[in-house]
């Protein structure tokens, strides 16, 4: 054996032994932790006669870096001819968790690259392969940099040539860096060379490392020592872009003072909490629509559990579906949001691992996502989607690889169209905007005090912020209903199995933001949990009320308004006088003249109305 891996633990030692990267001239050494390296394992290096290097690969924090530090020192003092190196472990990794993400041929990579800590005199080192490819150092060394500031226009510099890389590098597929080149010289800007090639094979490099050569007649030396360096670079970056991007793709704690802490837990151990929260959601700057808005709420609130509920805000075009929405989603707290405009299957499916895990989905347009569709309804459903797709393996060959998206994720959208999601309409709440006369009053005399600067917006941001920091202090915690079994539908109800879960569903949400204010009793196995009280009953009929009627109507939500309106017009009138003809609607109403005969013809094929006289020229009576 000639080169001997130093890990950090056994564990570690075990991750390199099953990637098959070790053979007779390569093999490792565990230390207990970053204080052992014990007498023990300097009399099993001493033993190795044929030992040429010593290879740390220690954990990439500050205790594996000041450990390395540490014995490199000691294996220095017992042997000067000993080339003495340590692997760049990215931070926060270590060797097993590099072999649970990650293909074996980033191991490869990171001990073909590594860093030289003592070198034997007069020599360098090229290959960990375990053959004798030592060189004399040479004399120059290439002074080059990497500007990474556009990560689609990568720039490599060195004192004689300008290297763009276009496109920038794939950050996913560690095992390949293929890259588009334009290579110009210097001080002979109209010499340049075009081409593409990855940079991990080697008959490519030998052969586009001859084309550069001959192309601006430069010394296939140099370019070889170029592309080598380059690749490294490349590498570098690589790594560091893919760690920053994990880090940011975890959970970010956030910490809440004590003072916000005090005041959002004296609201979640109210005896008043529901009625505190629907004031807060009015006092937050939602006019109107606060019954909605409530549900709403407790709806983005079921993300805590392993199968959410979820919403879909009806309304027409101006009516204030994203007002409402958008609102609401104020009151959560950033970190748990997604709020998306437009959304693909493949985005869905290449998604970071844990990325929708217990978050809200923001839609602000439904028609913005009508490619997921399918993925999306499985997602709210099963709250799990998979597909199998064709890559290549680092040796070029076709393989299965199967993409998996976890949830649970809570999905909100936005709509006009309310026939066309009628699957997604199954497996939601329905939320229909009020587009009353009162309303549309109240909302634009609210707009008036806005703009003449009557409104205390701090007030508008201290409601959000102690709804948002109650909702950080709940903990996950069983929710029993005692009073379940007494709970029956109504016989009208649309779709009563998948309906009466959601109706379960909400009452368990309301006892889960009531949790401090209840008592908190133990099975016989010593598992904790809540019950629900008929006062988080008496809060879900009240609000479930409309969407309920909403599902067991068999006029949609639009065409139950024109109804609505047409009786209350009707009202005053004697019974003889009831009748209308459509044009007095469409003037009434402003409404598209199709849009108006469409909803009568609607409402005539179901009998609520009846044509009694007119014609097309005059119009027809109803």
Known sequence: MKQLILTEAILDAASLIVTNILNKELGVLACYGTNGLTAEHIKAIESCKDLTEVIFFFDGDQAGIQAIDKYSKQLTGINRNLIISKINTPAGEDVNSLHVAHEKELFSHLIENRTVIQMAEGKDIFSFNGKEETKEKPNTVIESKLNTEHPEHIIYETEILTIHIWGGIDKNNLGKLKVSMHIALKEKKYKSFRDEANLYSYNQVKKITGHISECLEISTT???????????????YRLTMKTNRTDENKAKKITINPSDRKLAMQLLKSPKLMRKTLNLIGQSGLVGEQKNGMLLYLLY???????????IIFGKSGSGKTY????????IPPEDLRVVTSLTENTLYYSPKGFWK????????????????LPLREMMSKQEISKFTTDKDSQGNNVQVLLKVEGPVCVSGATTQEQIYEDNANRSYLLIIDESKSHLSDVMDYQRKEYAGLIDINKHKEAKKLLQNSQRLLNPIKVVNPYAEQLVLPEKVFKKLRTNMH???????????????????????GEQYIETSTNDIEWANRLIKESLLRKSDELSGKLRQFYEILKELMKPKKESERSFFAKQIRQYLRMNPMT????????????????IGGNRKTGYEY
């Open 301 to 311: 609130l079921s993300r805590y559990f392993e199968e959410p509920l979820h919403a």
């Open 324 to 331: 409402l929405q958008t609102k609401i989603s104020d009151c």
């Open 596 to 611: 108006v005969n469409r909803h009568l013809r609607d409402l005539e094929m179901r009998g609520y109305i009846k044509q």
């Open 222 to 236: 140099y370019i070889s020592r170029v592309m080598g360096d380059l690749t490294q670079q490349l590498e570098s």
């Open 358 to 373: 217990h978050k809200v989905l923001l839609i602000e347009d439904l028609e913005g996502v009508y490619q997921a569709f």
């Open 503 to 525: 109706y379960l569903k909400l009452i368990q949400i309301i006892s889960f933001y009531s949790q401090y204010s209840k008592p908190i009793k133990t099975t016989k196995t």
